[in-house]
């Protein structure tokens, strides 16, 4: 009497889907080994390293995988390249549109080269900024970080554990991706001269924003050459809330036009000003920064000096990937141009009376 052949492959099929549809665990390389009859170590090539194994056994291991829905998971595979595929982001503000298209643009050259991008925020806070970083560190390959608050020498301690990209600032030692402001703000300046203007406010950022510091020297310099009073405020906040409450101050101080370190401060200046019964443009000007999603939605719309954010996010993220497959330089500074995009919040200020 011949003995009843026992089930193989068919039935470990089966056992593998009841498994990964029970959801007690994910599928490993041995369920697809099983589904597939081969040996654990040759899936495990055929998925680290496609090329390694014969076309026909590489396809039964791709359909079996497939068919038990298998994720790699990228620390796992860390473990013998030591790469996740993946870098940090950390923004100082998630819920600032000015980070929107830096994150897009990240992103999309995350994609474009295979690796996935982990998101973070530090609030404004270099404390927590830092400590994100360190966190993100231990898992990914490598790091941007966008408009840090943390100081210079923090930076350079991240960059010698991986590598790092910095937005909106200058490191040395780092490479980085900084928005060339003096073109979009002498031309902003000298709109409002050519306007009729004699005395400029510039509302500041966060006092430990490089980006505001920067833009505040380009506005003094500019004021300085078209023979402008330039005058610099503080601001609570850089939010369209800090934009409201700065206005008083602005009042104050006698100009008749403003250039905001952002357009939130910007949006929320002209809110406030307006509810006061002040004209925009006629009786004070506005111009924002970084022509962020919704600048000309404003009544009227915003002016504003244009960061190629986009730009930023991408560039920022090519040089990361670049430098993690030793085709880049280890330092250095892409530099982006900015410029004016006049709408209706600045123009010709009017006779008083």
């Known amino acids: ?195 009729g203007h004699t005395k400029v406010a510039f509302v500041a950022g966060p006092p430990q924003s490089w980006m505001s510091a920067r833009r505040w020297e380009g506005v003094r310099a500019a004021c300085e050459w078209s023979r402008l009073e330039a005058v610099r405020l503080d601001s609570t906040k850089p939010t369209v809330d800090g934009g409201r409450q700065v206005a008083r101050d602005v009042r104050a101080s006698g100009v008749t036009a403003v250039l905001t370190y952002n357009d939130l401060l910007a949006i929320g200046l002209m809110q406030e000003l307006q509810a006061a019964g002040i004209v925009v443009p006629d009786q004070i000007s506005i111009v924002g920064f970084d022509d962020i999603f919704g600048a000309d939605f404003t009544t009227p719309p915003l002016t504003t000096v244009r960061s190629p954010l986009g730009e930023c996010g991408s560039g920022a993220a090519t040089l990361l990937l670049d430098l993690l497959h030793g085709m880049g330089e280890p330092a250095g500074t892409m530099r982006v141009e900015t410029e004016l995009v006049l709408r209706g919040s600045s123009g010709r200020l009017l006779p008083a009376g």
């Open 1 to 195: 009497m011949t003995e009843p052949k026992k089930p193989d492959a068919p039935a470990a099929t089966g056992r593998a889907n009841k498994h990964a549809r029970d959801g007690k665990s994910n599928p490993t390389i041995y369920d697809i080994a099983k589904v597939a009859g081969v040996n654990p170590s040759t899936v495990s090539r055929a998925l680290s390293k496609p090329g390694r194994v014969s076309a026909k056994t590489q396809k039964l291991i791709e359909d079996a995988a497939a068919e038990l829905n298998y994720q790699v998971n990228p620390f796992a595979r860390a473990l013998p390249t030591g790469r996740t595929n993946t870098f940090g982001l950390i923004v100082a503000d998630i819920t600032n549109p000015t980070f929107f298209d830096i994150i897009r643009g990240a992103e999309t050259t995350a994609t474009l080269r295979d690796y996935t991008l982990v998101l973070a925020e530090s609030a404004e806070s270099a404390i927590t900024e830092l400590t994100a970083a360190r966190r993100l560190m231990a898992t990914v390959d490598g790091l941007i970080l966008a408009s840090p608050r943390m100081d210079d020498d923090n930076i350079r301690a991240l960059a010698r554990d991986k590598p790092v990209v910095v937005i909106n600032r200058e490191v040395e030692g780092v490479p980085c991706v900084v928005p060339d402001v003096n073109k979009g703000i002498s031309e902003a300046v000298r709109s409002l001269a050519a306007n």
